[in-house]
């Protein structure tokens, strides 16, 4: 099984700050496969990007997500008031997903 | 527009099952899988597994195999989630999410939850 690390834990930041948000797979994993989710309290997730880059309808293009093999990265360019929730990654391999703990984005 | 709605909440005892189903509209069921993630009280996304809309093809995460088993009724478009011998650790909120398998195996629409609370 494919474990997945998000750092930091929790990010603390202001509102127009940039967020930076890492997700280390411990073996590499397709790019084709690799999600990350928005959630906020009392609420579902929400898709934000799919195949590690491309926003999912209705996504702000503030919110871009980059890498491969094992390391993945999404960022928020400007943080809006609204960008303030839970982040999770996922990957699909072996006909199996896997999420990682989540990076919390909270008002500094 | 898309949608999955789920069935409400469910309270019950250590040893018992429970069964959420999830109601798709809005598209062609069978084109899509649906997949199962659930989230304890404070706790992160944990998924289940998934089911094919199309021809019933299921693949469950090993630590619940024996335990879930996922169904779907293609004549009212809706999935099935059914799970037994309930532990206190059980207790979470149930998601449904359409999965898009061709391409980029994500999940892009969410049912609202289902909480089920297992306590004796």
């Known amino acids: 099984e494919i474990v997945l690390t998000q750092s930091p834990g929790t990010l603390s930041l202001s509102p127009g700050e940039r967020a930076t948000l890492s997700c280390r797979a411990s073996?590499?994993?397709?790019?084709?496969?690799l999600a990350w989710y928005q959630q906020k309290p009392g609420q579902a997730p929400r898709l934000l990007i799919y195949?590690?880059?491309s926003r999912a309808t209705g996504i702000p293009d503030r919110f871009s997500g980059s890498g491969s093999g094992t390391d993945f990265t999404l960022t928020i360019s400007r943080l809006e008031p609204e960008d303030f929730a839970v982040y999770y990654c996922?990957?699909?391999?072996?006909?199996?997903?896997?999420f990682g703990p989540g990076t919390k984005v909270d008002i500094k | 527009q898309v949608q999955l709605v789920q069935s409400g909440a469910e309270v019950k005892k250590p040893g018992a099952s429970v069964k959420v189903s999830c109601k798709a509209s809005?598209?062609?069921?069978?084109?899509?899988?649906i997949s199962w993630v659930r989230q304890a009280p404070g706790q992160g996304l944990e998924w289940m597994g998934w089911?094919?809309?199309?021809?019933?093809?299921?693949n469950y995460a090993q630590k619940l195999q024996g335990r879930v088993t996922m169904t779907t009724d293609t004549s009212t478009s809706t999935a099935y989630m059914e799970l037994r011998s309930l532990r206190s650790d059980d207790t979470a909120v149930y998601y449904c999410?359409?999965?898009?398998?061709?391409?980029?195996?994500?999940?892009?629409?969410w049912g609202q939850g289902t909480l089920v609370t297992v306590s004796s």
């Open positions: 999410a359409r999965w898009v398998y061709s391409g980029s195996s994500s999940f892009d629409y």
């Open positions: 809005g598209y062609t069921f069978t084109s899509y899988g």
């Open positions: 089911i094919s809309a199309y021809n019933g093809n299921t």
């Open positions: 073996q590499s994993v397709s790019s084709s496969y």
């Open positions: 195949g590690a880059s």
């Open positions: 996922q990957q699909y391999g072996s006909s199996q997903f896997t």
